[in-house]
């Protein structure tokens, strides 16, 4: 488990690693670039602490995983994938309409940066479910349960579904784009796994 | 099991901060204590209070990150990381005095 969701444990590692290749060109703080993200994050902020809710936020936090846990673990299937994004819909509706986040933005406040995590973990499980439907294989450590072979393996569909997915992100509530990465096998070859 | 908490607030450092006494109910003792401190917050919150802060990432007793001292012990009575110090570790009707954790700065 630890080595499938921690990716804290790694990012402080790749972070160092690419900060000693510096140094770095310098940013101009007046720029277009920084100034455009920084209107974005203070609007971000600002409305997160105006909602004043009736929900904490780590509620959301424990009801999306529950949806997640439910819906699109190790094995997963299409109707309760389809179920998942609604539930999804719904509670992202309700986390902008009804959470509630004390404190101020100038100071330390562990609430309002949880709010703002909370809010990508929205958008990151509503993403993963969508791309677990898309997904109509059995593949890797997740299984499809439509996908299986006769005595129950996990069934790959290598004709389909032989590329990485890339999704990007089109803005808020547009549906998300997907570009398929072909993966080509040059020398070794896919095969059913077989603990037989 | 139903606990008093004495815990050290100071809200920037501009305040001068104080102990401040808070109860907490129905504490299960399985919970471990950050847990314990998470029911709390959820409490301070809907009460428009503002809730503790305390560092913590893993919760498995792996990074390093959480640390408190407890009734004046660093992590508590049991060596151990915050995060796995289990509330069986406690009485029903404790006061449990909460503090800081690290290195305090000279003056």
Redesign the interface.
């Known amino acids: 488990m630890q080595g499938l969701a921690d990716g804290y444990f790694v990012l402080p590692s790749t972070i160092n690693d690419y900060l000693a290749r510096g140094p770095f060109l310098p940013i101009d703080p007046a720029g277009e670039a920084v100034t455009s993200v920084e209107t974005e994050v203070k609007s971000r902020i600002e409305k997160l602490l105006s909602i004043q809710g009736e929900r904490t936020v780590d509620s959301f936090h424990k009801e999306l995983g529950e949806i997640m846990w439910d819906n699109c673990g190790m094995a997963r299937n299409e109707q309760g994938l389809r179920k998942a994004l609604e539930q999804i819909s719904a509670l992202r509706d309700e986390f902008w309409r009804n959470v509630k986040v004390p404190g101020t933005g100038v100071e330390l406040n562990q609430s309002l940066e949880r709010a703002n995590r909370v809010a990508d973990f929205i958008e990151l499980g509503y993403l993963m479910c969508l791309d677990a439907l898309n997904r109509r294989e059995s593949c890797g450590g997740h299984f499809r349960e439509e996908s299986q072979t006769p005595d129950g393996e996990a069934a790959r569909d290598d004709d389909r579904f032989s590329y990485v997915s890339a999704w990007e992100w089109t803005g808020e509530n547009a549906k998300p784009v997907l570009h398929e990465e072909a993966l080509e096998f040059e020398y070794v070859h896919p095969s059913q796994r077989s603990y037989a | 099991m139903n606990l008093k908490l004495r815990i050290w607030r100071q809200?920037?450092s501009e305040d001068r901060g104080g102990m401040v006494s808070y109860d907490v109910e129905q504490i299960s003792p399985d919970m471990s204590f950050l847990e314990m401190l998470?029911t709390l917050?959820?409490k301070?919150?809907?009460e428009?209070?503002?809730?503790v802060?305390f560092d913590h990432?893993?919760r498995?007793g792996?990074?390093g990150a959480c640390s408190l001292m407890i009734d004046g012990q660093a992590h508590g009575p049991v060596q151990t990381t915050t995060c796995q110090l289990q509330m069986r570790s406690f009485s029903d009707g404790d006061e449990i005095v909460i503090e800081p954790g690290g290195p305090v700065p000279s003056r």
């Open positions: 809200k920037n998470d917050n959820e301070l919150t809907l428009g209070d503002d809730p802060a990432d893993c498995e792996i990074c």
